[in-house]
């Protein structure tokens, strides 16, 4: 069965260092999510793709967050320099259609020191 | 905006018994919910999703939910608990039109032997 995936597992940065945390969506899906979960908070939505623009994006993700899909294959969420409230899961997502079912990857665990 | 509240941020119940998660939602139009589960070190699955056609919604592994337009909830339910289903669940909306999912704060399920 077809699963996103996403690499790293985990991730351990310095504080104003760069991360890229990186997303193979479902092959035949055409829309992409990044969501992140603080240790004990929900799970928030950060930003969707599509067509290789935003199409929606929430409040959290600021001009220190960008997304790109630099081949047919990635998505990709850069954070250009981590705080350390960045710490949290970061999880990928993809969908076949703007209201079909949204299948997540297995998340990134980012860690800022 | 719309908004989820999971009643319970960790249920236990014997094994063999009923599972019930409560999920209330809040929305201006009517909704699409969801429910993922997440096991450890595991992605979000899909469960279930209501949208707008049977208000008895079935899932995977024998769970089921029903929306109730006039009590604004969409619980979880599981006639008997296996040790398997020991995870955190989530109830999550989305409105037509939009694309991010909103989730609740989630609920761990301990099954107890």
């Known amino acids: 069965e077809p699963e996103v995936t996403q690499t790293p597992s985990h991730q351990v940065t310095q504080m104003g260092q760069e991360v890229i945390l990186r997303c193979v969506p479902i092959s035949n899906h055409l829309y992409f999510y990044w969501y992140r979960q603080i240790l004990g908070q929900k799970v928030e939505f950060l930003v969707s793709f599509y067509n290789n623009e935003i199409s929606e994006k929430s409040e959290i993700f600021d001009d220190q967050f960008s997304v790109e899909r630099p081949d047919g294959s990635n998505f990709t969420l850069k954070i250009r320099s981590t705080k350390l409230e960045d710490s949290a899961m970061y999880f990928c997502?993809?969908?076949?259609?703007?209201?079909?079912?949204?299948?997540f990857g297995p998340g990134t665990r980012l860690l800022v020191l | 905006a719309q908004s989820v509240t999971q009643l319970g941020s960790h249920v236990s119940v014997s094994e063999g018994a009923l599972v019930l998660l409560r999920c209330n939602y809040s929305?201006?139009?009517?909704?699409?919910l969801f429910w993922y589960v997440q096991y450890p070190n595991q992605g979000l699955q899909l469960l279930l999703k209501?949208?707008?056609?049977?208000?008895l919604v079935k899932g995977i592994n024998g769970f089921e939910a029903e929306f109730k337009k006039s009590e604004t909830s969409f619980h979880l339910t599981k006639p008997s608990a296996h040790m398997s289903d020991a995870a955190e669940y989530f109830c999550?909306?989305?409105?037509?039109?939009?694309?991010?999912?909103?989730f609740g704060q989630g609920t761990r399920l301990t099954i107890n032997p």
């Open positions: 997502a993809s969908s076949s259609g703007t209201g079909e079912t949204q299948y």
């Open positions: 209501y949208t707008s056609a049977a208000t």
């Open positions: 999550a909306v989305r409105v037509q039109g939009a694309q991010k999912l909103v």
């Open positions: 929305s201006s139009v009517p909704p699409y």
